[in-house]
């Protein structure tokens, strides 16, 4: 992909790395005037927002498979539906497979269930307006610059304070749960909340997604709120599942950008960012090609970015410190089958299959499966987030064949016996899970793929293949993402900037990192 | 000061030690106080009873760390018999015969540490620092009442301001150490300094002894200052026996009261806390007697006080809903132990200080962190972290001569367990559990008991009173500190009724022998009537 | 290797390889805790072992003296990294003195950096740091090893240092320049003939003086044979005590005493950088990146706020801990002394000072606040303290090569 314009010697922008977030920021440069090139290691753009084929005939998004955190006004402003988004599906629903008995279909208004009491369905109505008003008080973190702490300049100063007063303004009452239940563990919240054990597990699921905390771990309502907040910044259009996957997403940022004037160099991985005089110019391919600039804007992880492309000769030791403590080890896993039928999933509609289903049947079932994660071990019964996509998708499978995709929660990257010889005995365990819920489905599988972490590191160059860049959790959001010290998207080396899932407000195909950190390019200067 | 309708000024509801502090500051500002005690001894959790022959029992909390020097000094307590002896070590056992030994003096910890891992010997230094700048902090926060941030009154605005400045003047990078030092697991924290497993392990103790909480539970590392809170007072001897057993405590927190003219009756059950107009005017007796006074303070845990002892029509239905949402689940088991002489631990070598401190029993987080997932599940723990003193050794006042008592505290054990109420067969056979992991470590254990009293959450619920045998009167995790204790908006010790209050450790800055809450509580009170404090 | 258990809670200090050689010279048995090791404070009087480093010849026992070993392809771009000199411009069998900082520009500590080979380098410190060392080394290729209990050390100290080591059997050792460093091999028979040591013309009492690095085997032999060597050129055993007066004549700073670590302080506000404590001269801003640099060139732009000074107090009481003041009504507090002593040598009485801006400038005048027992009864006294250059004392004879004959 080779942009129209005759490429300058001399970028003002170079971006490492064509995911989604390293898309938006090019064409958020270019818009802003700026000559951009965007540098890609792999054959083509999307990162791990790719959609490829895995079994002959039979394509799949080979990491995120939802989209609803991208806000709205982003998809707008870059006008991706005219370079080519199209939509499968939007609003989907949420169904939770319980194994014997009839699924529990949610949706914001209702959650419906044969089994589900009355004091229940009224306490969802209740619980589902107060977690959105909760989430809309924080939704307008997202889309702006974490401020620094003990800063004297005016902007951080009135960010906090308009931090402080999103939440005053929801009101006494509602400040105090907030301020509550912060801290809290999804388990206690849900406990409050629910009797139904199924409605908790299907609520709770949400809250240790991509996390790495079971729903016990104080934290995780924050986690919750976060991804609700993401939610709700993001707009009204809820789970959605882009036509041709997620690849046509990172297609259509592409056309935007290079319509901007982006250039896009793909088979093009960076080994090194070039500084001179405390300040980085650029980079150095592996081929040796030397490309100057005067911003260097890197969308791969922190850990990559400072300790292997910058190097740590360029960083203070404490900072590098910091850096290395980040815990990014990934706790997801993709699970992709090719079936020659629609899966068999019992009791679940022809509707429900259109949307996510989730394997999470009770919050004990989630922790347990937690607790083998802890110890470097999967569970025999894993949580999973599955989609049929095929069945909003044709494109994706021949005629009347499907895909499953399934994110397999609490895998963890540092297996302690190694994922070499624990590979086949994992698949068996996601098959039989599955089989549970779909009986017959074992039968109707034309081919398999597995990404564990290790995979989705080695694949995407992602350390510790976690698709946040590093855990979301209290110690490290806001003004301590990555580490303290980079969390404005500007590094300690000027003209450096980060603008990855490891960045604030994290991973998930938001985009809004990408974003964020463009608009501090633009903006110019240094740290005051 | 006392209106004639009134036989006191104020009541206190449990003789606590954090009862009898806050009645220690009433009574020495000159209010006529009364202290109500269920059982016919005081001290709830802070006693010292003899169960077995002459051996005395600290059958509840067994050291004594966190009691305010200044509570200690303006009551007087030393005069009033309390005595403190400073552990002279401590130590972690280890199933393979390895130990990790405390040492007071620094160069003899450091090659201590250095046996395991050089490095960790020396990142010890940055991990004291670390923790030390957190207690600098967090120390005057203790005696503060903390502010409502929903408030604008004054007073909650200027307390909020402080917090704000004394946050501020850390500068960016502590203030940043400080967020992720309050919000961490002590697992991710450790892991920032340490890589041998026992030195983890061994400083992670700390992070969850009486807490719902496991070792990688965010929220856990901050607990780890309380090993460093003493330091920082620049009190030498802050983590020791109290010469006689935690009674001693209690006892002289009694005399000190009794001597500023406080009245207590034991044995005297408070069946409710009466409210008329509004107003909290005194109690019911478990007899049917009444005691009227201007105030009534409740040294009991909030469910306690307000689900047991007060009448739901008194109170607002939401501040009653959030009481039922206060979280105070049980996980510590106990057992006090008679024993005919000292045991062995072939791991700690001869002569080592080490067992007059507190000896622990564990190898890595990891164990700690499954030890928590059986509790999770409504089991105790099948390989439980080990707390224990030999308190005998330092103080022949505990045991008849050459023999010892030890006191055992278990992490975790269930108040509720999944396989139904607990039955004695169970208690003994959690207590088997307990005794055949010491017994791993030491070869004569077994065959020097005597007599072992075994106390689950349940027991400690029914005998104590304290809900579900919490023994912090409420987890102490962060939706339940500073302005959410122990419920958002009712932070500040007053009850939802008028001349009510509450003193116990249910309160902030929460649970441990340290008498902050009682003397916060008795703060409030005084500057409600318009007292000197 | 585990240390065994059974003896470091019975005895927590080590003893050095000269400690029996200490133990029988010790008159009045004044032993103090030093980075571990048990080590001698004095052994008769500060006052005569003292005037030994200024008239004639000392033995100081440095061994505790903690000691890192750096090796490796990129040992050093992480030392560049690491301290701020310019380690690149070092040259083999060259030492150097340096400082390293935390991000903050704050004063971790500061030592002497030995070149041994081409990427083969020494620490000597006296903080054990291993911890700070390693974080610094990630992304380096580096080797870092601890070797204090594999080298015992000795300083030898005074005017007549040198015709004691030539005497001892170092020949050609009065051809070694300041801060060079050479190996040697004592000529002669006797024990320690053939014995291996290396020297550098290193010390830190301000005088001609050198510094001996050898197998702690050979530790005991070589001291008998320099107090042999000596014994006309009046050598003598000297305690940290004495020391310390004549590091203060030469203006040397001591941590713990004008700086605590970065890595230490609990405080806030307490950590110094370079800047401040007047060691500007050593932080290179051109070098390329280092540990702290951003920091320091923001303070650099701001102007120090403080700056550690030397002092001369009027009167002949040592101003301990005193407290300065701008004006003798005490009203206006500018800062501390920090390390205080009668120069016996200067016959001035001298201190080491932290002072504000803009007093620390060079002919200022302060007040110091000492406090004097007269026979127990305690008086307060303002005394007159004038900010001048440092080191007190210098005398030529520290620099000459070859250094006189004495």
């Not at chain 1, 971006?15 to 000559?35: D, E, F, K």
């Not at chain 1, 771990?217 to 789970?239: D, F, K, Q």
């Not at chain 1, 996601?430 to 694949?459: F, H, K, M, N, Y």
């Not at chain 2, 001894?41 to 003899?50: E, L, N, P, T």
């Amino acid at each position: 992909m080779q942009g129209p314009s005759p490429a300058p010697s001399r970028y003002d922008c170079v971006v490492i790395g064509a995911g989604h977030n390293g898309l938006v920021c090019a064409a958020t440069l270019a818009r802003g005037g700026r000559s951009v090139l965007l540098l890609e290691a792999a054959a083509q753009v999307g990162g791990a927002a790719l959609t490829r084929e895995f079994v002959p005939g039979f394509r799949v998004s080979a990491g995120a498979h939802l989209l609803h955190l991208m806000p709205a006004e982003l998809i707008r402003d870059l006008k991706l539906e005219n370079h080519g988004l199209e939509w499968a599906a939007q609003r989907m629903t949420t169904t939770a497979l319980l194994g014997d008995s009839a699924p529990l279909a949610l949706s914001p208004g209702a959650a419906d269930h044969p089994g589900l009491s009355a004091a229940d369905a009224a306490a969802y109505a209740a619980y589902t307006a107060r977690m959105r008003r909760f989430a809309a008080a924080l939704a307008p973190i997202f889309s702006k610059v974490p401020p620094r702490l003990g800063s004297t300049a005016w902007s951080d100063r009135m960010a906090l304070l308009r931090m402080g007063w999103q939440i005053r303004k929801l009101g006494r009452r509602d400040m105090r749960e907030l301020l509550r239940i912060g801290g809290m563990n999804v388990y206690d919240l849900l406990e409050e909340n629910f009797e139904s054990a199924a409605l908790k597990g299907a609520l709770g699921f949400d809250a240790v997604l991509g996390a790495n905390f079971g729903p016990r771990s104080p934290g995780t309502v924050l986690t919750l709120l976060y991804r609700l907040a993401a939610e709700s910044s993001a707009g009204a259009s809820g789970l959605s599942q882009p036509k041709r996957g997620m690849g046509a997403l990172c297609d259509a940022l592409a056309k935007a950008a290079v319509a901007a004037g982006a250039v896009i160099r793909t088979q093009a991985p960076v080994a090194n960012i070039l500084v001179e005089a405390d300040r980085a110019c650029g980079v150095a391919l592996e081929s040796g090609e030397r490309i100057l600039a005067e911003n260097v804007i890197s969308s791969a992880d922190p850990k990559t970015t400072f300790l292997k492309l910058l190097g740590t000769a360029h960083l203070d030791a404490g900072f590098v410190r910091r850096v290395d403590h980040i815990r990014s080890r990934g706790l997801a896993a993709k699970l992709h089958i090719a079936l020659n039928r629609a899966p068999p999933f019992r009791a679940v509609s022809e509707a429900a299959l259109r949307g996510r289903l989730l394997l999470a049947p009770s919050l004990q079932y989630i922790e347990h499966a937690y607790n083998h994660a802890k110890y470097g071990e999967f569970s025999a019964s894993p949580v999973m987030e599955i989609t049929v996509p095929s069945v909003n998708d044709p494109t994706l499978a021949p005629p009347g064949q499907h895909v499953l995709s399934a994110i397999v929660q609490y895998v963890p990257y540092a297996l302690k016996e190694g994922w070499e010889s624990a590979r086949p005995r994992f698949l068996d365990a996601a098959l039989d899970a599955l089989e549970r819920v779909a009986p017959g489905l074992r039968g109707c599988i034309v081919g398999i793929e597995v990404s564990t972490p290790v995979d989705l590191q080695r694949e995407f160059r992602i350390s510790g293949g976690h698709w946040h860049h590093g855990d979301l959790a209290f110690d490290q959001i806001l003004m301590v993402r990555p580490v303290p010290g980079a969390a404005q998207y500007r590094s300690p080396v000027e003209g450096l900037f980060l603008c990855g899932a490891g960045c604030h407000p994290g991973g998930g195909v938001m985009g809004v990192a990408g974003r964020n950190a463009a608009q501090q390019v633009l903006k110019g200067g240094w740290f005051s | 000061m006392l209106q004639p309708a009134q036989d006191f000024d104020a009541i206190i509801v449990g003789a606590g030690h954090n009862g009898l502090v806050a009645g220690c500051y009433l009574s020495r500002s000159g209010l006529k106080v009364l202290i109500l005690e269920r059982q016919p001894y005081i001290g709830g959790a802070a006693v010292s009873r003899r169960l077995y022959q002459d051996f005395t029992y600290s059958n509840c909390s067994y050291v004594c760390s966190l009691l305010r020097p200044e509570i200690m000094r303006t009551l007087e307590l030393p005069k009033y018999g309390l005595q403190i002896i400073p552990y002279e070590g401590g130590c972690t056992m280890m199933r393979d015969g390895g130990h990790l030994a405390l040492y007071d003096n620094h160069d003899a910890l450091r090659r201590e540490i250095a046996r395991h891992s050089k490095r960790d010997a020396e990142a010890y230094d940055r991990y004291s620092r670390d923790v030390m700048r957190q207690c600098k902090f967090i120390k005057p926060l203790l005696m503060r009442e903390p502010p409502d941030p929903t408030s604008f009154k004054p007073r909650d605005i200027q307390e909020l301001l402080y917090l704000g400045r004394r946050f501020h003047s850390m500068g960016e990078a502590r203030m940043y150490d400080t967020l992720r030092f309050w919000t961490m697991s002590a697992a991710d924290f450790l892991d920032e300094y340490f890589e041998s497993e026992i030195v983890k392990a061994h400083f992670a103790g700390s992070s969850i002894i009486g807490t719902a909480l496991g070792p990688r539970s965010p929220g856990s590392a901050y607990v780890l200052l309380h090993h460093y809170m003493g330091d920082i007072d620049d009190t030498v001897g802050a983590w020791g026996f109290a010469r006689g057993g935690m009674g001693a405590v209690s006892n002289a927190l009694g005399a000190s009261f009794m001597a500023s003219g406080g009245t207590i009756r034991s044995a005297a059950p408070v069946a409710q806390i009466r409210v008329k107009n509004g107003r909290a005017c005194g109690v019911v007796l478990e007899g049917g007697e009444e005691v009227r006074a201007r105030l009534v303070i409740s040294n009991l845990d909030v469910r306690r006080t307000f689900l047991k002892t007060m009448d739901a029509k008194d109170l607002p239905d939401d501040f009653l809903r959030q009481v039922r949402n206060f979280k105070i689940r049980g996980s510590s088991g106990k057992l006090n132990i008679a024993l005919d002489g000292l045991p062995r631990f072939p791991s700690i070598p001869e002569g080592s200080p080490t067992t007059r401190g507190d000896m622990h029993v564990t190898d890595t987080i990891e164990m700690m962190e499954r030890a928590y997932d059986d509790w999770k599940d409504g089991r105790w723990s099948r390989a439980p972290y080990i707390d224990m003193l030999i308190p005998s050794q330092i103080d022949p006042t505990m045991a008849p001569d050459g023999k010892h008592y030890m006191s055992v505290f278990v992490q975790y054990c269930p108040y509720q367990l999944a396989d139904g109420e607990w039955t004695q067969a169970k208690r003994q056979a959690f207590g088997d559990t307990v005794i055949n992991t010491i017994a791993q470590h030491s070869p004569n254990f077994k065959e020097l008991i005597l007599h072992a009293e075994i106390r689950t959450p349940w027991d400690i619920e029914n005998e104590v009173g304290l809900t579900e045998g919490n023994i912090f009167q409420g987890e102490l995790t962060m939706d339940q500190l500073l302005f959410n204790r122990p419920v958002p908006g009712f932070a500040q010790y007053r009850g939802p009724v008028k001349g009510m209050y509450m003193c116990g450790s249910s309160t902030h800055p929460g649970g441990g022998v340290m008498g902050a809450p009682g003397a916060n509580a008795a703060r409030a009170v005084l500057r409600d009537l318009k007292l000197a404090h | 290797m585990m240390e065994s258990s059974s003896s470091h809670f019975k005895q927590p200090l080590l003893k050095t390889p000269f400690h029996r050689r200490a133990r029988e010279l010790s008159q009045v048995d004044s032993f103090i805790p030093w980075a571990g090791y048990t080590t001698v404070d004095v052994f008769t009087t500060a006052e005569q072992e003292y005037f030994a480093i200024r008239n004639a010849a000392t033995l100081y026992d440095l061994t505790p003296m903690i000691k890192y070993r750096v090796i490796g392809r990129d040992a050093v771009a992480f030392l560049n990294r690491l301290v701020t000199r310019d380690v690149a411009k070092l040259k083999p069998n060259r030492v150097a003195y340096c400082v390293w900082c935390n991000d903050a520009g704050h004063l971790i500590d500061d030592g002497t950096l030995f070149r041994l080979g081409d990427s083969e380098y020494r620490i000597c410190t006296a903080q054990r740091q291993i911890d700070w060392l390693l974080d610094s080394a990630l992304g380096f290729e580096v080797q870092i090893s601890e070797v204090t209990e594999q080298l015992a050390a000795l300083a030898v100290q005074g005017p007549t240092s040198c015709a004691v080591l030539k005497a001892a059997g170092l020949r050609g050792v009065e051809r070694l320049k300041p801060f060079e460093t050479s190996d040697f091999t004592l000529d002669g028979a006797g024990a320690a003939g053939g014995q291996r040591l290396t020297v550098s013309r290193t010390g830190f009492t301000g005088d001609l003086g050198y510094e001996l690095w050898m197998e702690p085997g050979a530790a005991e032999s070589i001291w008998d044979i320099l107090m042999l060597a000596g014994r006309s050129r009046g050598i003598r055993a000297i305690g940290s005590q004495a020391l310390n007066i004549a590091r203060i004549e030469a203006g040397f700073l001591s941590p713990n005493f004008d700086f605590v670590s970065a890595e230490h302080t609990i405080r806030i506000g307490t950590d110094r950088s370079p800047l401040e404590l007047g060691l500007g001269w050593l932080v290179d801003f051109n070098k390329g990146h280092f540990t702290g640099r951003r920091a320091l060139l923001d303070e650099r732009q701001r102007g120090p706020q403080r700056q550690l000074v030397g002092l001369d107090v009027a009167g002949n009481k040592p101003a301990h801990n005193a407290l300065l003041y701008k004006d003798h009504g005490g009203k206006r507090e500018i800062g501390h002394v920090s390390s205080a002593v009668w120069s016996p040598t200067c016959k001035r009485n001298i201190g080491l000072a932290m002072v504000d801006a803009p007093h620390f400038k060079i002919g200022s005048t302060v007040w110091a606040e000492i406090y004097l027992s007269r026979e127990l009864v305690w008086e307060r006294r303002m005394s007159h303290a004038q900010v001048v250059e440092r080191p007190f004392f210098a005398p030529e004879r520290r620099r000459a090569t070859p250094p006189a004959e004495f």
